[in-house]
């Protein structure tokens, strides 16, 4: 599968994150796997910023956690 182009909408400097930005971009590996016993779908995020890993034993566990940090980034000042 060939990768897809980077989004010409962006200005080139709207893609690093700096100063008040930081509150509204976060960046996270993601790893899926699916666990032989019952087909259940587990993930890991980690952070880019910090290193700091998340672990989920379903995806509704990492949806949860997506949603929580989408809506203290918008509280953030």
């Known amino acids: 599968?060939?990768?897809?182009?980077?989004?010409?909408?962006?200005?080139?400097?709207a893609r690093q994150s700096t100063g008040a930005e930081h509150?509204?971009?976060?960046?996270?590996?993601?790893?899926l796997w699916c666990s032989s016993?019952?087909?259940?779908?587990?993930?890991?995020?980690?952070?880019?910023q910090s290193g700091e890993r998340h672990a989920f034993a379903d995806l509704d566990s990492l949806l949860a956690f997506l949603v929580e940090v989408v809506q203290t980034a918008e509280v953030d000042p």
């Open 23 to 31: 509150h509204r971009h976060r960046s996270y590996l993601l790893r």
């Open 37 to 48: 016993a019952g087909g259940v779908w587990q993930a890991s995020l980690q952070s880019v």
């Open 1 to 13: 599968m060939k990768p897809e182009p980077e989004s010409q909408d962006l200005k080139p400097d």
